[in-house]
């Protein structure tokens, strides 16, 4: 039923690579804080100021950024990955089909602020829509944000209305676009 990936990232023990300088710590804290599992890695020798916060998708945890951790690790950055509740080793805090992503939010905000700076922060799937939600609600003066195979987290078809509206109330624009995408050339 489990498979070795499972395993691995359960007893935080990735894998050394092979044939490479080896130069920083595995993990420089793995723990369970406030219901929230916490994992950063801490580069031997930093090379940016700026942090990189990693959130799971759904049905994964804080494990599933181990790989991109050392690698960014590796290259100078200081990175943090958390689970949410009922993910990785966070403990189950309400049942999952409870837990909306204004819910996974303020876990994420919380986690935000307890980091030395304003990070860059990167989502996978449901936590790409946090990302997004994140900026949208919270505060959107983050660096950067990554979205990796992400989903929306709103619709953006009020939002996108409104501003088509603005730039085209009488529905010029539609009409001619319409046309030429359906004009036929001889």
Partial sequence: MWGPLHRRAMLYQPLKPQGTAYDRKLFDSAAVENGIERISYLPARQRFSTPIVMQHGMWHGAWCWDSWQGALAEFGWESHSLSLPGHGRSPEQRPIRWCTLDYYLGFLSEFIEG???????????????????????????????????????????????????????????????????????S
């Fill in 115 to 185: 980091v030395s700076s304003r990070p860059v922060l990167m989502g996978h799937s449901m936590g790409g829509a946090l990302t997004q939600r994140y900026l949208k609600k919270v505060r959107d003066d983050l660096p950067a944000a990554v979205l990796v195979a992400s989903w929306p987290s709103h619709s953006t078809f009020a939002s996108g209305l409104v501003d088509f509206m603005r730039l085209d109330p009488w529905g010029g624009n539609v009409e001619r676009t319409y046309a030429l995408s359906h004009a036929t050339y």
